[in-house]
């Protein structure tokens, strides 16, 4: 996922199945500066489709910078 055009990093990277053959994938993906998070999104998709299969997909983009707060309460 990271070395699509765009991606920064990947993180929180979770993958599971729910049922016989449908798998899931959710994940937080940081984006470059300037980079369309639309475009972005949309080659992740197609990217984990094709090579993995995988069409049940959650996919959170955060610009360069973001610092996501865990409280855990």
Known sequence: ?????????VHDLHV???ASG?????AHVT????IDILDLLRSQRS???QRFGIDH???QIEP???AE?????
């Open 1 to 9: 996922m990271v070395s699509l055009p765009g991606a920064r990093a």
């Open 22 to 26: 449908m798998v899931s994938l959710s």
């Open 47 to 49: 990217m984990l489709n």
């Open 57 to 59: 997909v959650t996919i």
């Open 69 to 73: 707060q865990e409280n855990h309460e």
């Open 64 to 66: 360069e910078g973001f």
């Open 16 to 18: 599971w199945t729910i």
């Open 31 to 34: 984006a470059l500066e300037g």
